[in-house]
T-cell receptor
Framework: SQKIEQNSEALNIQEGKTATLTCNYT??????LQWYRQDPGRGPVFLLL?????KEKRKERLKVTFDTTLKQSLFHITASQPADSATYLC???????????FGTGTSLTVIP | EPEVTQTPSHQVTQMGQEVILRCVPI?????FYWYRQILGQKVEFLVS????????KSEIFDDQFSVERPDGSNFTLKIRSTKLEDSAMYFC????????????FGQGTRLTVV
C-alpha cells in the first residue's frame, strides 16, 4: 500500500529564513500532489497543487517541487513570518482519483 | 469567498447513539468527501460521493456509516451506533472536479463519544 512520510519532527526557523518541508512517498505514482495548511482545530486549507509533469510551482512566497524519480516533493516558504506557523500537510491523489492520501504533517514554527 | 460549512461544530453523544453530521458544500461543486482526523493523527479518507452515489469508501466506512445528499445543498454523514473510537474531527470537503482539483474543507465537527 502507499506510504507517505513528512518531516517527522517539528521544524523551528527564524523569521525571514526559508522553511523547507519534505514529503516522500512509496509504492505509488500519483498524478497530482497538493499541499495544505492546517491550523489547530481547523480544517485543511489548500495552498498549491503540482502535477506529475511539472517540476516546480510557485505562488507568492510558496514554492513546490515534485520529483517523480525520487518520489519526493519539497515545499518552501521564503521570507517566513510568524503567521506562517502551522502544520503543513501533503496530499496525494489516489489512482482512482476519488480520494487524497494525506501525510502526517509537519509542524512549522517561525520564531520572531 | 465561498466556503464549506459544517454543523454542529461540536457534538457530544453517548456510545450507541446515532449522530448526523451536516455539511453544505460549495454550490457549484460536484464532488463531495468526508474525512476524519483523530486527535494527533493524520487526516483519513472516509468516503467520496458524486452524482448521488458513493464513488469510493475506505475500510473505516463500514456498515455503521452512511452518506446522503437529501436535497440540492446538504451532504450528511450518519453514524448509526457510535463507538468510543469514532471520536474524532470530521471534515467535509468538496471540489469542482475530481481529477486533481483543490478540495475545499469545512471547519470540521468535533465528535466526542462518551
Amino acid at each position: 500500500s502507499q506510504k507517505i512520510e513528512q518531516n517527522s519532527e517539528a521544524l523551528n526557523i527564524q523569521e525571514g529564513k526559508t522553511a523547507t518541508l519534505t514529503c516522500n512517498y512509496t509504492n505509488y505514482s500519483p498524478a497530482y500532489l497538493q499541499w495544505y495548511r492546517q491550523d489547530p482545530g481547523r480544517g485543511p486549507v489548500f495552498l498549491l497543487l503540482i502535477r506529475e509533469n511539472e517540476k516546480e510551482k510557485r505562488k507568492e512566497r510558496l514554492k513546490v517541487t515534485f520529483d517523480t524519480t525520487l518520489k519526493q516533493s519539497l515545499f518552501h516558504i521564503t521570507a517566513s513570518q510568524p503567521a506562517d506557523s502551522a502544520t503543513y500537510l501533503c496530499a496525494l491523489l489516489s489512482n482512482t482519483g476519488n480520494q487524497f492520501y494525506f501525510g502526517t504533517g509537519t509542524s512549522l514554527t517561525v520564531i520572531p | 469567498e465561498p466556503e464549506v460549512t459544517q454543523t454542529p461544530s461540536h457534538q457530544v453523544t453517548q456510545m450507541g447513539q446515532e449522530v448526523i453530521l451536516r455539511c453544505v458544500p460549495i454550490s457549484n461543486h460536484l464532488y463531495f468527501y468526508w474525512y476524519r482526523q483523530i486527535l494527533g493523527q493524520k487526516v483519513e479518507f472516509l468516503v467520496s460521493f458524486y452524482n448521488n452515489e458513493i464513488s469510493e469508501k475506505s475500510e473505516i466506512f463500514d456498515d455503521q456509516f452512511s452518506v446522503e445528499r437529501p436535497d440540492g445543498s446538504n451532504f450528511t454523514l450518519k453514524i448509526r451506533s457510535t463507538k468510543l473510537e469514532d471520536s474524532a474531527m470530521y471534515f467535509c470537503a468538496s471540489s469542482v472536479d475530481r481529477t486533481g482539483a483543490e478540495a475545499f474543507f469545512g471547519q470540521g465537527t468535533r465528535l466526542t463519544v462518551v
